[in-house]
């Protein structure tokens, strides 16, 4: 894997936070990169049944691997301001120096809803972010600032515990018009799977942010988050989808969406073939990898696996002996 990082995506959706730690180490020690652990107050769905706190399970994360480690990721907009992000962020960057980088994204109604704020339709969301990652980046020079802008005010104030080198900051999104603009503010992108033409449309508005702002496009990480469902039969891989991972096959987007009580019950309409194009279910690791290559061979230099199902370890074993070893870039 010369220089590639393949990682574990930490659902907290689906794991306890001690079981999502002990499964994070276990990864690394079988040939995985980092971590991704998601940011989330509720899980898509209740059969998921959990979501812990991002920031504490990281901590730990931190104490118990090697590796990088983020979160994939976090909305500075609402139910937190962008101060406690870039606080929050710095700190686990000063404590495990060289291995944080910070994932921001616009958010979704099922975690950011909480607060009783007004939801704002997309674009204002993403205005909202990119306003927020002006904050974040000012606070992470470690000098003291002040803001005043369209949604957030910030009165005069430092972080007083910095890393040495500020956290990568990372922008998610599968929308060209929010690439093009991730590329000209900040370091990376992050996106999820989706067809091989719509990521290249993606990564061409981004390295044209970038080449506009005077950066190389090159030397800026493209991540990606790909789910998957592996089992030691194609039956058991489907039922872990179809039951452990529902909101994978539905064809809309789900940003609005408030409640998991509501996609449950969204869940019921959703059948196998929903997820073509969209998730690999197979019981054949050869079939996964060559459908994580194929992201791979697109020009993406980190990708963080989540196995929808609640046989990790057992996933992990199998792919550490027949998939990672025979990924190339």
Same mark, same amino acid.
């Given at each position: 894997?010369?220089?590639?990082?393949?990682?574990?995506?930490?659902?907290?959706?689906?794991?306890?936070?001690?079981?999502?730690?002990?499964?994070?180490?276990?990864?690394?020690?079988?040939?995985?990169?980092?971590?991704?652990?998601?940011?989330?107050?509720?899980?898509?769905?209740?059969?998921?049944?959990?979501?812990?706190?991002?920031?504490?399970?990281?901590?730990?994360?931190?104490?118990?691997?090697?590796?990088?480690?983020?979160?994939?990721?976090?909305?500075?907009?609402?139910?937190?301001?962008?101060?406690?992000?870039?606080?929050?962020?710095?700190?686990?960057?000063?404590?495990?120096?060289?291995?944080?980088?910070?994932?921001?994204?616009?958010?979704?109604?099922?975690?950011?809803?909480?607060?009783?704020?007004?939801?704002?339709?997309?674009?204002?969301?993403?205005?909202?972010?990119?306003?927020?990652?002006?904050?974040?980046?000012?606070?992470?020079?470690?000098?003291?600032?002040?803001?005043?802008?369209?949604?957030?005010?910030? *009165?005069?104030?430092?972080?007083?515990?910095?890393?040495?080198?500020?956290?990568?900051?990372?922008?998610?999104?599968?929308?060209?018009?929010?690439?093009?603009?991730?590329?000209?503010?900040?370091?990376?992108?992050?996106?999820?799977?989706?067809?091989?033409?719509?990521?290249?449309?993606?990564?061409?508005?981004?390295?044209?942010?970038?080449?506009?702002?005077?950066?190389?496009?090159?030397?800026?990480?493209?991540?990606?988050?790909?789910?998957?469902?592996?089992?030691?039969?194609? *039956? =058991?891989?489907?039922?872990?989808?179809?039951? =452990?991972?529902?909101?994978?096959?539905?064809?809309?987007?789900?940003?609005?969406?408030?409640?998991?009580?509501?996609?449950?019950?969204?869940?019921?309409?959703?059948?196998?073939?929903?997820?073509?194009?969209?998730?690999?279910?197979?019981?054949?690791?050869?079939?996964?990898?060559?459908?994580?290559?194929?992201?791979?061979?697109?020009?993406?230099?980190?990708?963080?696996?989540?196995?929808?199902?609640?046989?990790?370890?057992?996933?992990?074993?199998?792919?550490?002996?027949?998939?990672?070893?025979?990924?190339?870039?």
């Amino acid at each position: 894997m010369t220089g590639l990082q393949i990682g574990y995506a930490a659902m907290l959706e689906q794991f306890h936070p001690t079981e999502a730690v002990a499964i994070s180490a276990y990864a690394e020690q079988h040939g995985f990169s980092g971590v991704m652990a998601a940011d989330h107050f509720q899980p898509w769905v209740p059969q998921q049944g959990q979501s812990a706190f991002v920031w504490n399970v990281l901590s730990a994360i931190g104490e118990r691997t090697t590796g990088d480690m983020g979160p994939g990721v976090t909305a500075p907009t609402f139910r937190w301001h962008p101060a406690m992000v870039a606080q929050a962020s710095a700190t686990l960057a000063a404590m495990y120096p060289g291995r944080h980088w910070l994932g921001l994204g616009s958010g979704e109604a099922l975690n950011e809803h909480i607060t009783g704020q007004y939801w704002p339709e997309a674009p204002e969301r993403i205005t909202r972010m990119f306003e927020a990652i002006d904050i974040i980046k000012k606070l992470f020079t470690g000098k003291d600032v002040k803001h005043s802008g369209q949604f957030y005010k910030l *009165e005069s104030t430092r972080l007083w515990t910095m890393p040495e080198t500020p956290p990568e900051i990372l922008v998610a999104t599968a929308g060209s018009v929010t690439a093009k603009r991730a590329g000209r503010t900040v370091d990376g992108l992050i996106t999820v799977g989706a067809p091989l033409e719509k990521i290249s449309g993606l990564f061409a508005k981004f390295d044209e942010g970038a080449r506009e702002a005077g950066k190389d496009p090159s030397t800026m990480p493209k991540v990606l988050q790909l789910h998957m469902s592996w089992a030691p039969t194609d *039956e =058991e891989a489907l039922t872990n989808a179809m039951v =452990e991972w529902p909101n994978g096959g539905m064809k809309f987007p789900k940003g609005d969406i408030r409640s998991p009580f509501e996609l449950e019950q969204m869940a019921k309409l959703v059948r196998p073939e929903d997820f073509e194009g969209r998730m690999v279910i197979s019981s054949d690791p050869d079939e996964h990898r060559a459908y994580i290559q194929r992201f791979v061979d697109l020009g993406f230099d980190r990708v963080y696996l989540h196995n929808v199902g609640r046989n990790q370890r057992e996933w992990i074993d199998v792919f550490a002996e027949h998939v990672l070893p025979k990924l190339t870039r």
